[in-house]
């Protein structure tokens, strides 16, 4: 067997201990949040079919989409003209039948549309688990990474974007994170807006324009409407809208206005004016309504796809893309012939919540899933009454370890260090007769002495 | 889009919400011991290069590998030959650079080399994980299935064998099972064994044979020995060393007797002894020393890979194989040329013990993880005092929810029965008027009236 000198994948991670508790800190944290909420988890296969992932991501997406090799002698039956014109794309149906998940969206329509005569109506699930493209790997973006999603089908109450609204705020607060924006839109607003113009099949290059604002302010998305299709006239009419300011109160009021004639924009106003009223009863303060919820004209979020409400998540605190984002859908199944099915949903970008939370400095400090303590092996002889401490620690679920040989002092402290042990007891010869042990805090240095019951008591 | 009639891919699972909180309970379980025992959690890719893997599982193994085919224009490289022969097996290295993890022992292995400039020897870890294998699916077996290892390297002492004992005991008892067994031997016992026959170079051949004494009996073992090699005066010497009986005591002292003449043969029974005696010093009782744990000279895993103490644990109330198993390895990491790394490791067949949980009814009952309260909807207007008392309950951290549209209650009433859900609040205008709510019990089917405060008491 020949050496390899190991490596990783490109794009792809290992999580050390320490990282592990982070991850685990947020994904358990979020769990919580959706249970509380009535969502339950399901979990669906690392690899589908490739005919029930190909053709749901457009063209770019079904190259993103790591295809596994058939297993056995794959070649046997692969059309000999397309191997001679080494015709890479069209051999694929031929040497690979499965895929990697590209995301937990269509495992998910599969799931509802296979099990539909199992599952109750509405549907509430959440699910949080790797999804894989073959992206060109950069900072902050991998070919292996989680998803966090979390939705309801079979379901048109706008309580269900209410709630969304509150998970959402649950979740950050839980996180610590003190400024954030939940932004909605409704894809109905933005279709109001298209159709008051006059140019309702230019909704998606109008909503791709003004998206940019942030970015490149109005003079730019002028720019790129007029390159689209918009006339000066046009451009007239959405200024205002685009630069719609004040409270979310104001914006509804005005929208009304603007909207007065388009029948598909008031009812977006409606809907967004339902999901508030919800959020209200649902007990929130000022500070939700008025200051953490913002509505949005310029949010657009893959408009193919949703349907009503729409959802992003910022932090107003570290430089950082969105961290959350959804919305309401209207045909999730139909892909796989279940037609009508309404469902809406919200994901969190659990990578960028790590980074977040790093930067700020949020993660929970003490280390809790990790060994409390190392007792310090001193000698052979001593293991009689140390392994019987342990097992008196552990008796009370004090995760607890034993050094396991008696090798320098110095190497066992290194241990404890290295591993984030909080706490280190020293036992030899004297504490073991006198039974006041040494007990050693990492964090600051001090050294006491404690009796087995006094350990015990502290550390429990 | 065409439409496509949604299937599984060969060999996978999907995991609806009850099985998952049963699934989560197995590695939740499982993980609060390893932590415990000062075992730290690890996550590492879900693929690999390739050569990371290829030739560390034998040539079935490697057939049994998914590779990932390349992005892009995959065969634009590839040999023309090998296309025009259609060589599948040698082109694999031209189209594939990567593929999923076979198990979690050669990914760690390549984690401890990468990492070993951060990581603080002895390092324990454990990783929860799935891995995937092209084997032919059938009952019990999937491509997609969970792996659970704990492993320790760089610890010589038998301290950590006797914790896995202890790990074992612990992580099956708090399961509920009642009688099972952790089978241990020693690798060097097994080559002691061959050493007195005078045939040490047949170690893998006698062990393969005896190992199969529960299946095929003496009479069987003798006639594969026979032709594997052996001679009637062999079988002569091995006859009373196979059939071994009495408590593990007696075993080992006439292991003394028989292997007194094979210095390796010692030294297993040696470190056998060891591991009892840490055992004992942690406290256990007599039932592990002679009832649990059971020194089994049949027994043999993976020789090529094990070079001390094996374990093999069975439960005996389900006809079932293995439900656990590990060992002693020396040389994890030469592989990836870090040489003299020792390590003991032990891992859990989540799927089996899922069966066995199963058919035992020692799951626990109360579906914790879900919603334990459906509020009913019986009117729209009703939802000012419904919405607040949810947001009472959820700040009670109460996993509840307002069912989201005032359906019919045979409907809401079927949601929650679907669901699992143990309560259900009937508030009507009466109800929201008088303040006595109406609480059903789904599973006694009793409907009680209580105040908002005893709701709340009684689900915190």
């Not at 063209?59 to 890479?88: M, T, W």
């Not at 939705?151 to 509150?166: P, Y």
Request: hydrophobic residues 40%.
């Amino acid at each position: 067997m020949a050496v390899v000198k190991p490596s990783l994948a490109k794009g792809t991670r290992d999580f050390s201990p320490s990282e592990m508790i982070k991850r685990n800190y947020i994904f358990d944290t979020l769990k919580t949040v959706f249970r509380k909420y009535g969502y339950n988890e399901i979990q669906t296969p690392s690899f589908e079919n490739l005919t029930t992932l190909t053709g749901k991501y457009g063209d770019e997406g079904d190259k993103l989409i790591f295809k596994i090799l058939n297993s056995g002698d794959y070649l046997a039956k692969a059309p000999d003209n397309l191997l001679h014109d080494k015709n890479s794309n069209k051999l694929i149906p031929h040497i690979s039948e499965k895929a990697l998940r590209y995301d937990l969206t269509v495992p998910f329509a599969r799931y509802v549309v296979m099990h539909q005569n199992d599952i109750t109506l509405p549907f509430k699930r959440f699910q949080v688990q790797p999804v894989w493209r073959a992206d060109r790997p950069q900072r902050g973006r991998y070919r292996e990474f989680y998803q966090c999603d979390v939705d309801v089908v079979g379901s048109e109450s706008l309580l269900n974007e209410a709630e969304f609204i509150l998970i959402y705020q649950e979740a950050f607060e839980r996180f610590g994170l003190k400024d954030f924006n939940i932004k909605i839109n409704n894809r109905k607003i933005l279709s109001g807006i298209a159709e008051i113009i006059g140019k309702p099949e230019l909704i998606v290059d109008m909503t791709v324009a003004i998206d940019k604002l942030d970015k490149i302010g109005l003079e730019g998305v002028n720019k790129e409407l007029l390159e689209r299709g918009f006339t000066e006239a046009d451009l007239a009419i959405l200024k205002p809208i685009i630069l719609l300011e004040g409270s979310n109160d104001e914006k509804l009021f005005s929208l009304k206005t603007i909207l007065a004639t388009s029948a598909v924009g008031l009812n977006g106003i409606a809907e967004i004016e339902e999901v508030f009223d919800y959020v209200s009863k649902l007990g929130a303060e000022e500070k939700l309504l008025n200051q953490i919820i913002d509505l949005d004209i310029t949010l657009a979020r893959g408009l193919n796809y949703y349907t009503g409400c729409i959802f992003e998540v910022k932090t107003n605190e570290v430089a950082m893309g969105s961290i959350g984002g959804g919305g309401r859908y209207d045909d999730l199944t139909g892909m796989f012939g279940l037609k009508g099915l309404t469902g809406v949903g919200v994901s969190f970008g659990a990578d960028r919540i790590y980074d977040v939370l790093e930067e700020l400095e949020l993660f929970p400090i003490g280390k809790a899933d990790s060994t409390k303590l190392l007792i310090i092996n001193f000698d052979k002889q001593l293991e009689s009454y140390t392994l019987n401490l342990l097992n008196k620690l552990r008796k009370e679920n004090i995760a607890s370890e034993l050094y396991a040989s008696p090798v320098k002092l110095k190497k066992q402290m290194g241990y404890a260090d290295g591993k984030g042990i909080p706490y280190v007891l020293l036992v030899g010869d004297e504490e073991a007769t006198s039974g006041q042990l040494s007990l050693k805090d990492m964090e600051i240095g001090e050294q006491i002495k404690v009796t087995e019951s006094e350990l015990i008591q502290k550390l429990r």
